[in-house]
């Protein structure tokens, strides 16, 4: 009885674990995802900055 | 000194100018943004760093933010530049291949038609005379389908302007590129014909070409053509000549050696315009081979005639030598001799023309005798000889033959048989005509002038160069 309790108790400590480090990994990625998309989502937003203040129509001598 | 062609007067298509000005003031200045983008978030987090735990965390995620946008945002920026370069060329390429086919086709369809440009004032060919801008007057150099628009150019005053043919470019003012004289569009849009009149001073060439032009008009009007002038100074200028040959005087002596076309337009109906450049050289081109005219516009020559005066001939002086004295004045006979007139066309043929020593020229050249209203040359070279050989002769013969053998017999008794053999060895296509390009002696009576003969050659000359006048001489005949 004694053994099946420690078994269950070991796989719940792992499951804990794995719960935590899938949490944290998650987390991480969560992050990573989210400075990648600021990252390129500032130049993208610069590059747009940069096209509207750059491009424009040929203008004709008045 | 550079050959590079001048820019034009108009705005270059935003894809071949601008356009790249554009891109790399884009691609710096979204640069110069990610850099202080990423400097911010950088100097934020040197600035939290040596806080508190919480501003720690907060000067990581700052440190990664400004790593984020290096990393990452290098890599959009060069995406974003790597697209706007793409839609950048790809409209340029499309732009290139479509203006491209357009001038291939433009060029295809008026090579087709025979369509170019000659200027009638310094007799240059070329393919576009250029434009001017209907609003501001700048001249357009090359409106064509280009890279400054492909069926119209801008001009830098804002003016759309037609840059093909298609779309009437024809119809705006335009000038020669090579000495800046107006042209009409019938000097560029219409298939042309060229027909100088040669000869020696005072053959006659002047009064020849006005009474051509003349029973032209009048032979067109018959034959269910229109003509029409190109410029009111000719249209002045026939009517000037026309009112002198009314009054019985003689058209006032060609000065220049190299004078401007006389144009005449010629349309039927459903058919492109025909335009007749005409011209008629001061006899004094012929003293001088260097000076011969004829290389200003033999590149493109339909056909030539070739005027003789009969009283250069010292057998036909000799003949009338009784009467010759007493209208001498009246009948101004020519001192070139025709084998010098000859041989000088054939020589700046062989220099400018590229005409073989030994080569036959294949333009149809027509010999004219003029001046048979004197004595009774029409009687004996004229059309009533040429008709009485007709029915004299057992067999049915062609009266154009017949004319030919006439006119060629009769030079040939006259000691011109070298000039014949020079016409028959070098000159592929040869008539003999007769005419009298006044109709009578300037006696000062003031009878009016009628010519006769004087539109045959002329005819026949335009028959070979063009099925228009070709189908109307047959109907005519």
């Known amino acids: 009885m004694a053994d099946s309790d420690d078994l269950g108790g070991c796989i719940g400590a792992v499951l804990m674990i794995a719960l935590v480090v899938a949490a944290v990994m998650i987390a991480v990625t969560a992050l990573m995802s989210l400075g990648t998309l600021f990252g390129a989502g500032t130049a993208l937003h610069n590059y747009g900055l940069a096209f509207a203040n750059n491009v424009k129509p040929q203008r004709v001598r008045p | 000194m550079s050959t590079a062609t001048p820019p034009e007067p108009a705005i270059k298509s935003y894809f071949f100018d601008k356009g790249y000005r554009d891109l790399l003031s884009t691609i710096t200045e979204s640069w110069n943004r990610n850099v202080a983008s990423s400097r911010e978030h950088f100097d934020k987090a040197a600035h939290l760093f040596p806080g508190e735990v919480a501003d720690k965390?907060?000067?990581?995620?700052?440190?990664?933010?400004?790593v984020s946008v290096v990393v990452f945002g290098t890599a959009v920026f060069l995406a974003a530049s790597a697209i706007h370069i793409t839609i950048l060329l790809t409209f340029f390429l499309l732009i290139y291949i479509a203006f491209s086919l357009v001038y291939l086709t433009e060029r295809t369809y008026l090579a087709g038609k025979k369509f170019f440009t000659?200027?009638?004032?310094?007799?240059?060919?070329?393919?576009?005379?250029?434009?001017?801008?209907?609003?501001?007057?700048?001249?357009?150099?090359?409106?064509?389908?280009?890279?400054?628009?492909?069926?119209?150019?801008t001009c830098q005053c804002g003016e759309k302007l037609p840059a093909t043919f298609f779309l009437k470019r024809g119809l705006l003012k335009s000038r020669c590129p090579d000495c800046q004289s107006l042209l009409e569009t019938g000097h560029t849009e219409s298939r042309k014909a060229f027909v100088p009149i040669f000869g020696g001073p005072a053959v006659g060439k002047s009064a020849f070409l006005f009474s051509a032009v003349s029973q032209l008009?009048?032979?067109?009007?018959?034959?269910?053509?229109?003509s029409s002038f190109l410029e009111s100074r000719t249209e002045n200028e026939l009517d000037r000549v026309s009112q002198q040959f009314a009054q019985g005087?003689?058209?006032?002596?060609?000065?220049?050696?190299?004078?401007?076309?006389?144009?005449?337009?010629?349309?039927?109906?459903?058919?492109?315009?025909?335009?007749?450049?005409?011209?008629?050289?001061?006899?004094?081109?012929?003293?001088?081979?260097?000076?011969?005219?004829?290389?200003?516009?033999?590149?493109?020559?339909?056909?030539?005639?070739?005027?003789?005066?009969?009283?250069?001939?010292?057998?036909?002086?000799?003949?009338?030598?009784?009467?010759?004295?007493?209208?001498?004045?009246?009948?101004?006979?020519?001192?070139?001799?025709?084998?010098?007139?000859?041989?000088?066309?054939?020589i700046s043929m062989e220099e400018h023309f590229g005409l073989g020593k030994t080569a036959r020229l294949k333009v149809p050249v027509a010999v004219v005798i003029n001046k048979i209203d004197a004595f009774?040359?029409?009687?004996?070279?004229?059309?009533?000889?040429?008709?009485?050989?007709?029915?004299?002769?057992?067999?049915?013969?062609?009266?154009?033959?017949?004319?030919?053998?006439?006119?060629?017999?009769?030079?040939?008794?006259?000691?011109?048989?070298?000039?014949?053999?020079?016409?028959?060895?070098?000159?592929?296509?040869?008539?003999?005509?007769?005419?009298?390009?006044?109709?009578?002696m300037p006696d000062g009576s003031g009878r009016a002038f009628e010519a006769r003969g004087v539109l045959e050659p002329l005819l026949w000359i335009l028959g070979e160069a063009d099925s228009i006048f070709a189908a109307e001489r047959k109907r005519a005949a």
């Open chain 2, 376 to 440: 009774d040359l029409e009687a004996r070279i004229g059309e009533p000889a040429m008709r009485q050989r007709v029915q004299s002769s057992p067999t049915p013969v062609d009266p154009e033959t017949t004319r030919d053998e006439l006119l060629r017999d009769q030079l040939c008794r006259w000691g011109q048989g070298d000039v014949v053999q020079q016409l028959e060895t070098r000159c592929a296509r040869v008539h003999y005509f007769t005419c009298s390009a006044l109709g009578h």
């Open chain 2, 249 to 346: 005087r003689s058209p006032e002596k060609t000065l220049s050696t190299l004078p401007r076309a006389f144009n005449l337009k010629v349309q039927a109906d459903g058919r492109d315009p025909r335009v007749l450049y005409l011209y008629d050289p001061a006899g004094e081109a012929f003293n001088e081979t260097a000076g011969l005219v004829l290389h200003r516009y033999q590149a493109y020559l339909s056909g030539l005639i070739f005027l003789i005066d009969p009283f250069t001939i010292p057998a036909v002086c000799a003949e009338y030598a009784d009467r010759l004295e007493s209208v001498r004045d009246a009948l101004q006979p020519s001192k070139l001799p025709i084998e010098d007139a000859l041989a000088r066309i054939l």
């Open chain 2, 57 to 66: 965390g907060l000067a990581i995620l700052w440190g990664t933010a400004g």
């Open chain 2, 217 to 226: 008009m009048d032979y067109t009007a018959r034959s269910g053509l229109r």
């Open chain 2, 118 to 153: 000659v200027c009638p004032e310094c007799h240059a060919k070329s393919s576009l005379p250029e434009h001017f801008c209907p609003r501001c007057g700048e001249v357009h150099r090359r409106l064509i389908p280009s890279s400054y628009g492909i069926l119209h150019h």
